[in-house]
């Protein structure tokens, strides 16, 4: 069984980090992250982006029409009003975007993909005493992936694809858990949704 709890700033004083990596293929990413708070209120936020010339694994030993690039940004709030309870709200947005590779008959063609992500996650604990914990998360999630054709059509081989899909999971999680000596003991539940849309179209 494992607790899993997100980094926080609670009681922390100002602090944060800062990496810039460099590779091969035109590849750059930059990670950032700062947390700060007292004993009752924190903040904790992290970004991070990336860049490369070769985004994904390219059919050709040459990478043709392979850039993309993706970014990601977190921030976790706590709220500790007493002792017993805390309310925290998760937000995290996140974006790829990419060219599809191309192999050598293809040098004219230009397919793309989007992806975005929305994620908002609010949630409560409840210490009932030093072994038994209440947890409540109520959670949001939306997911757009967009394929895009060249803008001219003439240009794509075998074949010309074009798609949106949209992904939204919501719902609620809860349990109990007790901690007794060697015991541990997990009771709970997940409530949850998922729409799906998708829309296509070949040629």
Known sequence: IVNAVTRSGLGQKPNGSFVAQRSSFATYSEEATLGFGGAKVGNFLAVNALRSGRFLDTPEF????????????????????NGKDVLHLNILGARNWFQIPNTYDQLSQDQRQ???TFNFAPGYQHIFNASTLLTINPFYRQDHVNYYPSPDIAFDTPATISQHRTLTNWGVKADLAIVKGRHNFKIGTQLMQTRLHEQFGFG
């Open 114 to 116: 989007k992806i975005g």
């Open 62 to 81: 040459d990478p043709i029409h392979a850039i993309g690039n993706s970014g990601t940004v977190f921030d976790h709030f706590d709220y500790n009003p």
